[in-house]
């Protein structure tokens, strides 16, 4: 492996990364996932992964987060390297709620605070306040089965703002949601992103939603996956409502360049 680099203030890099799996079988070969892919993500800037099926999305999210290490090259999250750091330094969002059906919305939010080692009552102290911010208010005793899937989203959201990690990855975050639901998350999620800024790497197989989530996008080949091509996204944030992003020529000048780009 590579000397490990470090990245100023709480921005992510990954330099020189490959990651291989042994193959399945007798005689199979290891499959390559990522190789010699560079990344990096500046503090407070949002960048999007988008990337065929397989090409090793998620598997860069986990070497980000510390849940692997590389095989070749290096991983830091600000001035963290080593996999137990770089866990401590983010906070991951998988691509389903994973919320805990014995809790209500406020005691599954607070479940952050609680791991940090903050006593159950004053964690949801701490965490009802921003349930109206998060257009959940009236729901904080509800159970998981009684909150549509959206809500639920919310609900794991700021459960992962709360554990106070500068640095978040999303894994396919609203990939479990119908169409209607999705746009209206993308919209909530640019919208709580312009008040609570973080550094964010989110994955995602949808084109339009990256481009309408990050400031930059970040397209990966087939397998082994690497970077082969990176997309500004000039838009404000908060950002305009949905409809009118996705339909001005300009995104959908930016939205053809990632297409073709993935080869589609």
């Known amino acids: 492996m590579t000397e490990p680099l470090s990245i100023e203030g709480t921005g992510l890099a990954l330099a020189g990364v490959e990651r291989r799996f042994a193959g399945s079988g007798r005689g199979r070969q290891p499959v390559v ?32 987060a510390g849940l692997q290490e590389p095989d ?28 805990l059906p014995w809790r209500d919305a406020l005691g599954n939010a607070a479940l952050a605070l609680e791991c940090a080692g903050v006593r159950a009552g004053e964690a949801r102290r701490r965490a009802e306040p921003l349930f109206e911010r998060f257009g959940l208010a009236d729901f904080e005793r509800s159970r998981p089965h009684e ?4 809500m639920r989203q ?21 990939g ?17 992103l312009a008040v609570e800024p973080r550094t964010v790497l989110a994955v995602t197989h949808d084109v339009e939603e990256a481009l309408f989530l990050a400031d930059r996008v970040a397209v990966l080949s087939p397998r082994p996956g690497r970077v082969v091509a990176e997309i500004d996204v000039d838009l404000p944030r908060p ?3 949905r409809r009118e992003v996705v339909t001005d020529p300009a995104f959908t000048e930016l939205k053809e360049r990632a297409l073709e780009a993935l080869g589609c």
């Not at 909150?147 to 959206?150: A, R, V």
């Not at 919310?154 to 609203?174: C, H, K, N, Q, S």
């Not at 479990?176 to 909530?188: F, G, K, N, P, Y």
């Open 33 to 64: 996932a990522l190789r010699d892919l560079d990344l990096v993500v500046a503090g407070a800037e949002v960048v999007a992964v988008v990337g065929p099926s397989g090409c090793g999305k998620s598997t860069l999210l986990e070497l980000a």
């Open 72 to 99: 070749a090259g290096a991983v830091a999250v600000g001035a963290a390297v080593a996999g137990p750091e770089r866990l401590a330094a983010c906070a991951y969002m998988p691509q389903r709620d994973v919320l």
């Open 147 to 150: 909150l549509s899937g959206g």
């Open 154 to 174: 919310r609900v794991a959201f700021l459960r992962t703002l709360l554990a106070g990690r500068a640095v978040l990855l999303l894994d396919e975050p609203f």
């Open 176 to 192: 479990a949601l119908d169409s209607i639901t999705r746009a209206s998350m993308q919209e909530w999620l640019t919208g709580a």
């Open 239 to 241: 950002r305009p409502p």
